[in-house]
Every structure is written in structure tokens, then in C-alpha cells.
């Protein structure tokens, strides 16, 4: 097949510690070690061999991992979809053709596959009782599967390995699988798991593999692999969708509640869900990554806390979160957005609390306490205090709106004194360098600054330990979440027509009340809900698929994905299936509004940033500040190979039987 599944092949003797030098072991397995013949004789040595599997979960190849660093996996993906911008000069490889075709790697990789075919072939001769040989099947089928969403959703058609291979065998240097076959097997492999995994979290702990896990990763594949074949035109969607509101339903009935947070502000549950001490028992949440002092722990917050941290939200992707009222904010009865004054503060609002829950809001202060001094403050470690009355009559009041409703940090110099989750005012890791207004913009203070005006911190918080030693955060971090379940459901119900006001009310509705949103009414959703909504604006469109304009109630259902999931990863993902990838990514990346007269958020810039270059031009004093040139001025843009991923060449080369992707580079032997 390719050279990577040969060299598991030869090593995978080791991971069983069998030997072929030894004589008797042709008699008798070894007695003192773990070999394929005993491996799989006990519940307990099924449990040890399968372990390991659960490192896919936070695999930075799959996006919605999560790794110890966001940048590498989740973080990346929204990046790469145009969701998220970067603060430094790193244009968006897709957006301006920068990705080079891949020799090696590039997500090829089937050592998992082989890991778990083994297990699979010694639970058949396994004496185990049979509901334990079908709880381990089971759990084998859920990871097998979930590595296999990852290679067809990158290639598309691969080679389906489902026993293990004899490296002599004609089956290690075979073809691509059609990628019906592959979706096929995926899904059949799921919904056997989902009827057969057994309960058995008294023996491998609640933080484990079951069927609610199954269910989850079911759901997303349906809908992941419904609209992909609806939007690029191979059909058969029907059964995907359909299963996808099947499965999806029943889970949400499995986990009726929501995480509604320690605090009384707006969407704290939602906030919380990424910067809790632990997420054991938190309703909702199906499975986590748990970190723990002195074992296992992050530096998600930390980055956050730092220079390191480049990734923030661009204006178009603000634009995107509604007002508190449920309303787009250029709908024509929207009456509370007042951010077309362009001032930062009108812009964030009475918008929806998921955005400064996941962007920095505006607030600006006094240094070494020259003004008002907060609340509960101890007044013996005084190091800010609120611009008085007296200071800045007209704007003292806007200036701390949002730390009075986050909560003031008030004792900055000590890590886990100063509160719960996030507070403000934000400093670095070493809680002296306050940053004394936010907007931060680049060129003014280093940690946590930003270009676009909107810095992510949406593993920020204040209670857990940052310092001059990256990996020592210890907040757990959702892996499933029942959130995700409710916008699987709500798309696919959407697509085949299904999406009502009751399945609002009991998918996105929910989502929408915790985060102190109005409800959606479906009735009111028509042509003019949105007037900004895409229409199929064709001077963002680059490539051989047909544009198409998405309808009123289906780009709600989708906005809503986009905020909830923001920053977690699956933007990339999505909008591949949606087949919408220039929509999002030929946008000219901008952030806020700025005025060159503004005495409070200075640029490092030139000045104003022109629509169509990077250059300064003379006649401007205010405008968006433009974070990039315009990737269609620049004569790139999306692609549409870029929907699949490149075949490394050298596996080309090793298998004549293999064929590439459109678009990317062949070999002689298989052009």
C-alpha cells in the first residue's frame, strides 16, 4: 500500500513485544510477556492495548483536536477557513495559493488503522465473554471510524484496511477505495458500535468511550458527509442527513441540559466550558480532556497571556454575532445595534455575550491607581483604577461597562486570588504588566495585543496558574459536547426541510436562551432578514464549482454554527462540505474601525490601510484598518483542489496503484 503502513507492519511485532527469535514461540507464547495470542484473553489487557487510541482524540492532524497549544489544531482550522485572522504578517495559505504540494505526511497515515486491526483480529479468537469481546469490537469500530473521517474528509477516495495486512500480500499496494465504499463502512461500523458498546464505565472511568460518544461522532459524520455530498454534487445525502436527525435526537434527549455557568452574566456556561478547574458531571459535556497539576497540563492559557498568542476575530466575522434581540445587525427592525458609529464600544453593545466571551471588549483604565478605584479593591496593592468622572466625563461610564459586568480583577498579583474565569481588566502571565486599554493594538503593549481589534481569549481566565512556565495550566477541556449535537441536528433537519419552529426550540433556541439571545422565529426569517447575508456574490468566487445562493433560513442555521463552534475548530470543515470555501476565504481580511485622530487605541501603522493594497493612502484619516491585501487584487484566491488534500508523492512512487487528487502533482507511473 504505501511505505508508512509497511513500516507499522514491521514494528507492529513490537507494540505486542513478540519475538521472532525465540524457538518456542512457535509451541507456546511466552509466558511473561504480551503477545497477539494472549493479548486480548482479559477485559483488563483489551482496556492497556486500547489506551493509547484515545491520543487520536488530540491528534493535531484532526482540527477539532485539543492539543496543549490551540495554534497547532483548533485554533488553525478557523484560520484556515477565514474565520479567525492572524495578528502578525501570516496570510492565509489558502487564500493566497501558498500551500506547497506535500511529499510526505499531510494526514497519510494508517498506523492507527493497523494498531486497531490487531486487536480486532485477537477478539476473535478472544475467550473473553461475549459482551465484553462486543464492548471492545465496539470501541475498536468507534476509533477506527474516527481516523477514517479524518482521511476521507481530507483525500476523499483511500484504501480501506479493515483486517491486517501481510506485507508479501498484493493488499499492501493496493488502490484507492471509491468513497461510497469508505463512507459505507463508516457508518455501518458506527451504528454497529452504537448498538453493541457496552457499559462498563465502572471499570474504564466516566471519562471514557461510550455509547453517547459513539452517538456524538455519528452525528457529526452524517452531517459531515451528507452536505459534502449534496454541495459537490456526488448525491445519495439523503441517508446521511436523515441519520444525522435520527442519531442526534436521541442524544439530545440523553442530555436535555445545558452548562449554564458559575456566574450571573450572559453566557457564562458557554465561557466556562473552556476555563473550568474540572468538567467532571458538568451537564452536557460527554467527554473532556482532564488536566491535572503535576501530571498532565496545558499552556492554552498561558499563550493567552503572552506575545505568543497571534489569532483574533476580523470585522467581517464580528459582523456575523447578532444583537441580544435576536436580529442580524443591519436587519431592517433592528433598532439596538448602534455599532455603525464605529465607535468599539457601540459595536460590542447588546450584541450576542458569546462575542466578548470569546473576544477581548473594550475597556480602558488608570495605571498605578490614579482615578477611581474598584470595589473590594485592597487598597495596599493598588496597581489600576477606573478613569473617574472627573477625568473623562463624557466616556468614564462606556470605559468600564464590561469590566463591571465580567467583574473586576482585582488582585492582580496573585494567580487563582483574583476570582473565577474571566475577569478584567487582562494582564500578561506574570499579572504585573497590565494592559491599561483593549483594543491592545499591536505596537502599543505586546502581550495580548492585536491588529484586528479583537483579540481571542477564549481559554483566558484569571484563577489558573500562568507564569514564566508555559505548561502549567490545568482547566479541562471539552472534547464532546452535546452543544455541537443541537447545530448537527438543526442543519440537517434544515436540509431536508424539516426545520421548523419546533426544531428550533429545542436545538438552537437552546442555545440562544443560555446565551441570553432572543429566541429565533422562524416565520420572521425571510429575504430581507439578513440584507448582508451571502447571495452568491460572485467577486469573491474563485474556481470551477457552481455558486450558489444560500436561503435565508439555512444561512441563520449556519451563522448560528459558526458563532457557538467559533475558535473549537470545525470551520475548516465546514466550510469544505458547504462547498462556500471563497466565500469565506477571498474575503480582504480587516479589522475595526479606526480614526488617525483617536487619542485612546493608536495603530502601528502608516496610517489607514487602503481596501485594495497594503499601502498608505494620504487622503484618509479613518476606516477599517486592513489586516491583508486583497488576495483577488493579488491575483490568488481559493482553488478548488484545495477541497481535497494532496497525496503525498512519495506514496506515489511506492504504489503504482495509487492515484492523486485533482489539481496536485502525479508521478510518470500514474499520470
Known amino acids: 500500500m504505501n511505505n508508512r503502513i509497511l513500516k507499522y507492519i514491521a514494528l507492529g511485532g513490537l507494540l505486542l513485544n513478540a519475538s521472532a527469535c525465540n524457538d518456542s514461540f512457535l509451541d507456546k507464547a511466552p509466558t511473561t510477556t504480551i503477545s497477539e495470542v494472549t493479548a486480548f484473553e482479559s477485559y483488563e489487557s483489551a482496556q ?50 501558498e500551500l506547497s504540494p506535500a511529499s510526505s505526511g499531510n494526514g497519510w497515515n494508517f498506523s492507527w488503522i493497523y494498531h486497531i486491526n490487531i486487536m480486532l483480529r485477537g477478539l476473535e479468537t478472544s475467550s473473553m465473554p461475549q459482551a465484553e469481546k462486543d464492548h471492545w469490537q465496539a470501541v475498536g469500530y468507534f476509533f477506527h471510524a474516527y481516523w477514517y473521517m479524518e482521511l476521507l474528509n481530507r483525500f476523499g477516495d483511500v484504501p480501506w484496511i479493515d483486517h491486517v495486512i501481510d506485507p508479501e500480500s498484493e493488499d499492501a499496494y493496493g488502490p484507492r477505495t471509491p468513497r461510497d465504499e469508505v463512507a459505507h463502512n463508516i457508518l455501518t461500523r458506527l451504528q454497529w458500535a452504537e448498538q453493541h458498546i457496552g457499559d462498563f464505565t465502572d471499570r474504564d472511568g466516566a471519562n471514557s468511550i461510550t455509547k453517547a460518544c459513539v452517538q456524538l461522532v455519528l452525528s457529526r459524520f452524517t452531517l459531515r458527509e451528507g452536505t459534502w455530498r449534496k454541495y459537490h454534487g456526488l448525491g445519495g445525502e439523503q441517508e446521511y442527513l436523515q441519520e444525522c436527525v435520527r ?61 505568543q498568542m497571534t489569532m483574533q476575530l476580523s470585522q467581517d466575522m464580528v459582523d456575523m454575532y447578532l444583537t441580544k434581540n435576536g436580529l442580524p445587525i443591519h436587519n431592517p427592525n433592528n433598532t439596538q445595534y448602534a455599532g455603525d458609529s464605529h465607535d468599539i464600544y457601540d459595536v460590542f453593545k447588546d450584541r450576542d455575550p458569546r462575542l466578548y466571551q470569546t473576544v477581548t471588549p473594550p475597556y480602558y483604565i488608570n495605571l498605578n491607581a490614579s482615578g477611581d478605584i474598584p470595589e473590594g479593591m485592597d487598597e495596599s496593592n493598588i496597581k489600576w483604577s477606573y478613569i473617574s468622572a472627573e477625568q473623562d466625563p463624557e466616556n468614564y461610564q462606556k470605559y468600564r461597562m464590561y469590566i463591571d459586568m465580567l467583574g473586576a480583577d482585582t488582585y492582580l498579583g496573585n494567580p487563582g486570588q483574583s476570582g473565577w474565569m474571566k475577569r478584567l481588566p487582562v494582564a500578561n502571565w506574570s499579572c504585573d504588566n497590565i494592559i491599561d486599554k483593549v483594543p491592545n493594538l499591536k505596537g502599543n503593549k505586546a502581550p495580548l495585543s492585536t491588529s484586528s481589534g479583537y483579540y481571542l481569549w477564549k481559554c483566558y481566565n484569571c484563577w489558573e496558574q500562568s507564569n514564566n512556565n508555559a505548561y502549567v495550566g490545568d482547566a479541562d477541556k471539552p472534547i464532546f459536547k452535546i452543544e455541537e449535537v443541537l447545530l448537527n441536528y438543526a442543519e440537517a433537519a434544515c436540509e431536508l426541510g424539516q426545520f421548523d419552529q419546533a426544531a428550533a426550540d429545542r436545538s438552537i433556541n437552546l442555545l440562544r436562551a443560555r446565551a441570553g439571545v432572543a429566541p429565533m422565529q422562524v416565520a420572521q426569517i425571510d429575504a430581507d432578514f439578513d440584507p448582508n447575508r451571502d447571495k452568491g456574490n460572485n467577486a469573491w468566487w ?32 465546514d466550510v469544505r462540505r458547504w462547498a462556500k470555501a471563497p466565500y469565506f476565504v477571498n474575503r480582504q481580511e480587516k479589522g475595526m474601525w479606526w480614526n488617525s485622530a483617536d487619542p485612546v487605541y493608536r495603530v502601528n501603522t502608516n496610517g489607514i490601510l487602503n481596501e485594495s493594497t497594503k499601502l498608505k493612502d494620504e487622503t484618509m484619516t479613518e476606516g477599517y484598518i486592513y489586516v491583508q491585501p486583497d488576495p483577488l487584487l493579488q491575483g490568488r484566491g481559493w482553488i478548488d483542489q484545495y477541497y481535497l488534500y494532496c497525496i503525498p508523492t512519495e506514496e506515489l512512487l511506492l504504489n503504482d496503484n495509487l492515484t492523486q487528487n485533482p489539481g496536485w502533482p502525479s508521478t510518470s507511473s500514474n499520470e
Not at 270 to 296: F, H, K, M, Q
Open 48 to 97: 492497556a492495548y486500547m489506551w493509547p487510541c484515545y491520543s487520536l482524540l488530540y491528534n493535531t492532524t484532526i482540527g477539532t483536536s485539543v492539543q496543549e497549544y490551540g495554534l497547532v489544531s483548533m485554533y488553525r482550522s478557523d484560520r484556515n477557513a477565514g474565520y479567525l485572522s492572524n495578528r502578525d504578517n501570516d496570510m492565509n495559505d489558502y487564500a493566497f495559493q
Open 247 to 307: 442519531v442526534s435526537q436521541e442524544l439530545m434527549q440523553s442530555y436535555p441540559t445545558l452548562y449554564t455557568g458559575t456566574q450571573s452574566y450572559d453566557a457564562a456556561g458557554y465561557g466556562e466550558l473552556w476555563t473550568s478547574p474540572s468538567l467532571a458531571g458538568v451537564p452536557g459535556v460527554i467527554l473532556y480532556r482532564e488536566y491535572v497539576t503535576g501530571y498532565l497540563t496545558s499552556h492554552f492559557n498561558f499563550r493567552e497571556r503572552n506575545d
Open 542 to 573: 474563485s474556481g470551477d464549482m457552481p455558486d450558489y445562493e444560500v436561503s435565508p433560513l439555512l444561512w441563520e442555521v449556519r451563522r448560528e454554527r459558526i458563532i457557538e463552534l467559533m475558535g473549537e475548530g470545525f470551520g475548516f470543515y
